[in-house]
C-alpha cells in the first residue's frame, strides 16, 4: 500500500508495537559504509540482532525506515531479511520523504537496495511531492510520532546531525531510545 502525502499519523498501526530507525548516512559509518568492510558487517550483524531482539522481547511489529543511504537502508533490509526468515510477522513501513528521493542513491547496488525494500515493504508513506529544505526534518517527526522505540546509530560528535536532533526529538516524546555510540564501539573500526 502506498499513501501519498498522509495525514501527520498512521492511525492503523499499533504505535506501541513500532520502531523506527535513525542513523548516518553511509559515509559516516564504519569504511564509509562499504559494505565489504569488516566493521559494516560487524554493525549490520549487530543491527540485525537489536532489530531481532525487539520482536522477540519487546514485542515490535512494525519497523519505520527514513530509506536513506546508510542505517536507514541498512535496518530496512534487515527488517524484511528477518521477514522471510524467522519473524514472519514483522513489517517494514518506508517512509520516504519526498517522491524522486532513490534519485540520492549513488552506487547501482544502493538503487537496487533501495527498490527492492521498497517493493518488500508493507506499506510506503510519500511525505512530499518533491524536496524542500525541511523535507527530512518533517521525515524524522513523522517516524517518531508514529513510533514507541529508535533504534539509533551514531556519532555523539556529530551534534549537529539529523540523527542527533532525531534523537533529541524521541527523548522530549518519551520513546524508548536504544542507541548504538559508533565513538565507544571500537569494534566496528578494527
Known sequence: MNDVFP?????DL???RTCCFSGHRSIKLPGEGDRDNAGMK???S??????YKLIQEKGI?????GMANGVDLICAEA??????????????ICAIPYLGQMSEMRSPRDKYI???IEQSSYRSVILAEGYHKECYKERNRFMVDNSSCLLAVYKPSLKGSGTFQTMNY???QGLDIRAIDLDKNPQFYS
Do not use: H, N, Q, W
Request: charged share 20%.
Open 46 to 51: 549487530t543491527l540485525e540482532m537489536e532489530i
Open 170 to 172: 524521541a527523548k522530549t
Open 14 to 16: 499499533d504505535i506501541s
Open 61 to 65: 511489529r512494525y519497523f519505520i525506515s
Open 79 to 92: 527488517v524484511v531479511r528477518l521477514a522471510s526468515t524467522s519473524c514472519p510477522g514483522a513489517k517494514l
Open 7 to 11: 495525514t501527520l499519523t498512521l492511525s
Open 114 to 116: 533501495y527498490s527492492m
Open 42 to 44: 560487524r554493525l549490520e
